[in-house]
């Protein structure tokens, strides 16, 4: 079966190494892309333009207060929404992650073992536009009209722990494995480097006390009984270094 | 279809850590060499920079540096009453990809434990969840 990504044999052919190599009877030679450029490095990816990339305004706003009840504010730090987790998945959502461009993806599809790892047939983007569409209809039907981003926080955490037990009933849902998704993709966007749209100001660093993509500690060394009190530092600096201080 | 290439005393198959240092002693000893390699060309100054090489999300979550499963895979099963099912997502393993192979990544460091390593990793409960690598050739 030939699928979107290319085989092992084809990648030979592409490279014209047919002649070294015995090919099987049938094998099929694709010419042109390789799944990589030469010469390819590529720098962390700069934010993109405002908006959104994959959401709606609608699951966008479900999925940033869903995200401030994984991670809600309180006295210690902010929040999911405010550390920008929803853009994070967004902007993940529309880039290869969401496709699971990656990963194989051909069949045969079946249920696994746990130790046989992911096996969905579905990658996260479809995922996800399923799940908030059964979540909003689900809102919208039984809990008067509302959609998820206008529940109270109390009905929004009942909720959120259904689908964590896989217990929720929402038609159309398989509650548990999205949920595990939503808690995943959270923590990321909370604490991956903010260049990814998520960690605003590095709130989820500042939380737990993270020096951020800092390499050279040396001058801690001697320093063994003293807090670390140097701010974190991202992959694109800091904004006090690119920002004219107020 | 057949493209006749230049001779040479010997084809190293693969330029990961094995072929690297076959390549770099059967050129030392005075043969030519082509090695030849599926995955993409590095440079530690470009690909590796410190700055960014410490992105955890990048390397040690979505597995970039390791031989994507899309380009080959293979299928595992514990016992053989199992079916052997396509490793999609790599686990238990990380096969590298590219020039340097798993070289590339031989350094990697378990992140969980070590405070100010890995903040994502250290909240996730998987225990394959957390290795976290420095990229280094």
């Known amino acids: ?246 | 279809m057949t493209r006749r290439l230049p001779s040479t005393d010997v084809v190293v198959v693969g330029l990961g850590w094995t072929g690297s240092i076959m390549s770099l002693e059967l050129a030392r000893a005075g043969l030519g060499v082509v090695a030849i390699e599926r995955g993409p060309w590095r440079d530690t100054a470009t690909d590796f920079p410190p700055a960014t090489s410490a992105d955890e999300l990048r390397y040690a979550i979505r597995q970039d540096l390791f031989l994507r499963p899309a380009q080959e895979t293979l299928t595992f099963r514990n016992t053989m009453a199992q079916t052997a099912l396509p490793i999609r997502r790599w686990g238990s393993f990380l096969p590298g990809n590219g020039v340097g192979g798993a070289g590339c990544i031989g350094t990697a460091t378990p992140g969980a434990g070590i405070p100010g390593t890995s903040p994502i990793a250290a909240r996730r409960s998987s225990a394959m969840a957390r290795i976290s690598c420095r990229p280094t050739i």
């Open chain 1, 1 to 246: 079966m030939q699928g979107r990504s290319t085989s092992r044999r084809q990648l030979l052919a592409a490279t014209a190494l047919v002649a070294c190599l015995p090919v099987a009877a049938g094998a099929r030679s694709i010419r042109g892309a390789l799944p990589w450029s030469a010469g390819q490095a590529y720098p962390p990816p700069r934010l993109s333009a405002q908006g959104w990339l994959f959401f709606t305004e609608m699951e966008a706003a479900a999925v940033a207060a869903m995200a401030n009840r994984l991670i809600p504010p309180d006295e210690l730090g902010a929040g999911g929404a405010e550390a920008g987790c929803a853009v994070f998945i967004d902007r993940q959502l529309a880039g290869a992650f969401g496709t699971s461009a990656w990963l194989y993806m051909q069949g045969p599809f079946a249920e696994g073992t746990p130790q046989q790892g992911l096996q969905d047939e579905q990658p996260p983007n479809r995922r996800y536009r399923e799940a908030l569409a059964a979540i909003a209809a689900h809102c919208r039907e039984n809990m008067s009209e509302r959609l998820f981003h206008t529940l109270s926080s109390e009905e929004q955490d009942t909720l959120l722990k259904a689908m964590e037990a896989g217990t929720s009933g929402i038609a159309g849902l398989r509650d548990k494995p999205f949920f595990e998704l939503l808690l995943q993709n959270v923590m990321e966007g909370y604490f991956a480097d903010p260049a990814y749209g998520g960690n605003r100001e590095m709130v989820g660093w500042k939380l737990v006390g993270f020096p951020g993509t800092r390499y050279d500690f040396r001058e801690m060394l001697e320093r063994l009984d003293q807090p670390y009190t140097d701010p974190p530092v991202g992959l694109y600096g800091r904004p006090d270094w690119t920002r004219a201080p107020r």
